[in-house]
């Protein structure tokens, strides 16, 4: 089995990179990219033991993007043991500072709204990367929302009372920041962008990604039915390019979402190969 798309606890999933790469082992996983936001820890910290585990383990990385006032996620994949390369390394923690000065913010306009919480409080129950997720329990775990959902709706999400936007790269920069660095970028869940009503506008960013260096589409998705894996497959291949997939499995942040549980077929591995990795 294949797995090109999980998070730790190092960005919003709950496991520890070993505890997720020994989940993976005894999942029968061979083949696993954890794809942390923001960050590479949780690969950096699995490398050796995956070794040990029989796990191939690929470097990952997950972006959130710029794209026409979407924020649209970006996949980079990076071949061999040292994974992303120190330069692209470094423009991977400039993008987690900003998050820190957008969480600085967030905790302003929540605490101007009278609500009672502190970056430390956030901070301390996440790893590498602090995001919204963990506000989200935070706030929750306080009663200042009733759950998860609540704490997006009413404050942290787009439409929310306390919403701060955060600055990240355009996609095109992204895409071929990771191509530069000798990296595959893949638009992750394409479904998401929410253009999956206008299949030709789909096709149309992905036709312009390509000339930025976009590489590959992540066809196979818990957020996809099967009828839109088929047709992303066969986006991916009227235009040459690559095909990634996986489950986006986030632990307990996503109940109910197995390690493993969206099929991902040996075609996409082999093509992966034919590029070095
Ligand atoms: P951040 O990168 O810190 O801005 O947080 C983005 C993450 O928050 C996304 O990847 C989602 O996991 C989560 N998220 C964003 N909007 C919502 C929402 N409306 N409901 C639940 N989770 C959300
Ligand atoms: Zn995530
Ligand atoms: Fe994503
Ligand atoms: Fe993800």
């Not at 071929?176 to 253009?195: F, N, T």
Request: glycine share 12%; hydrophobic share 40%; aromatic share 6%.
């Amino acid at each position: 089995m294949i797995d090109l798309h999980c998070h730790t606890r190092e960005s919003d999933g709950t496991d520890a990179p070993h505890a997720l790469v020994e989940l993976a082992a005894a999942s029968g996983i061979s083949t696993l990219s954890i794809t942390d936001h923001d960050t590479f820890a949780g690969y950096d910290a699995t490398v050796a033991h995956a070794a040990g585990l029989g796990v191939e383990l690929i470097c990952g990385v997950e972006l959130s993007c710029r794209h026409e006032e979407k924020t649209v996620h970006l996949l980079g994949y990076f071949p061999g043991p040292a994974g992303a390369p120190a330069a692209f390394r470094d423009w991977v923690a400039g993008i987690l500072a900003s998050r820190t000065e957008r969480n600085r913010k967030l905790i302003e306009k929540l605490n101007g709204m009278g609500i009672d919480i502190t970056l430390d409080e956030v901070q301390a129950i996440g790893g590498s990367v602090t995001g919204r997720p963990h506000f989200a329990n935070v706030l929750v775990a306080k009663g200042h929302a009733t759950d998860r959902n609540d704490a997006f709706r009413r404050l942290i999400g787009e439409e929310g009372a306390a919403f701060v936007e955060r600055i990240g790269p355009t996609l095109a920069e992204a895409a071929s920041r990771i191509q530069e660095s000798g990296g595959v970028s893949s638009l992750a869940h394409p479904v998401r962008i929410g253009y999956f009503r206008e299949p030709e506008k789909e096709l149309a960013l992905m036709a312009e990604l390509r000339e930025s260096g976009l590489s590959a589409v992540e066809v196979y998705h818990s957020d996809h039915t099967a009828a839109l894996s088929e047709r992303y497959l066969e986006f991916a291949q009227l235009l040459g390019l690559l095909q990634t997939g996986g489950s986006d499995y986030h632990g307990g942040n996503k109940p109910g979402l197995r390690l493993g549980a969206v099929p991902v077929p040996n075609s996409v591995l082999e093509g992966l190969r034919s590029v070095g990795f």
